[in-house]
């Protein structure tokens, strides 16, 4: 009887710390939804707004994802067809590459910008340069922070001009440019020829509501199980 009470009692204990640990967890889902509603709703009045002048070579420090990811910029400056460089995409258009071309400011500053989606029949064409424009150019578009490392199982090589991910920083070293912004643009759709713009992506996946049910049924269900045990007992 002693060890059957003792079994209950550690049992109910349990019940206790794992109902607050789903409690916390739930409400953790809660928060998380909140902040996830606020970022999708910033992220819409950003895409939507005015495009406002790309950040200067002494703000770059303070671009964020909080803050900019998505932000509509422009700028104006000059490509440099040599420092082309194709990242391998797969987009609503098929399987082909992002055209990331710097393009070089009045300050002498480098911010790359992915001209659009070229399908793979296009890449000679791209890498050449021959949908480049010369002399100076404006550029409208969201601004998108840097990607280093790869894409999923595949690293990038600099050194072999293979790449996965939009790593502007590893771009520019690869080919002798300084100073580069951390962040890149992706143009908005345009009339000319080549590269297709405007294919940014924006989505959020936004789970907690779902996340948040589950806690909490969980928490319901551990408050069930410790009044059956409590039940039990008081029968015997």
Not at 45 to 61: E, F, K, N, Y
Not at 133 to 142: H, K, N, Q, S, T
Request: net charge positive.
């Amino acid at each position: 009887m002693a060890r059957r009470r003792l079994l209950s009692f550690l049992f109910l204990l349990f019940c206790l710390a794992a109902f607050a640990g789903f409690i916390a967890l739930g409400v953790w889902q809660v928060q998380r939804l909140g902040w996830k509603e606020d970022l999708i709703a910033r992220v819409d009045v950003r895409v939507h707004a005015l495009p406002v002048d790309a950040p200067g070579q002494g703000d770059w420090s303070a671009v964020s994802k909080d803050s900019h990811e998505y932000l509509r910029v422009q700028l104006t400056g000059k490509y440099l067809a040599d420092g082309i460089s194709l990242v391998a995409a797969a987009t609503e258009k098929g399987q082909g590459y992002w055209v990331m071309v710097p393009l070089q400011r009045a300050d002498g500053s480098w911010i790359y910008i992915n001209r659009g989606f070229v399908p793979q029949a296009e890449r000679a064409q791209a890498s050449r340069g021959d949908f480049t424009p010369d002399g100076e150019i404006a550029v409208a578009g969201l601004l998108r922070l840097n990607e280093p490392g790869g894409g999923l199982l595949r690293d990038n090589v600099p050194a072999k001009h293979r790449w996965y991910s939009r790593d502007v920083l590893a771009m520019g070293e690869r080919h002798g440019l300084a100073p580069v912004a951390p962040f890149f643009i992706d143009a908005d759709a345009s009339d000319h020829p080549g590269p297709i713009g405007g294919l940014t992506v924006i989505r959020f996946p936004n789970n907690h509501l779902v996340y948040a049910i589950t806690w909490f049924a969980l928490a319901m269900g551990v408050v069930l199980a410790a009044w059956l045990v409590v039940r039990e007992q008081r029968k015997r």
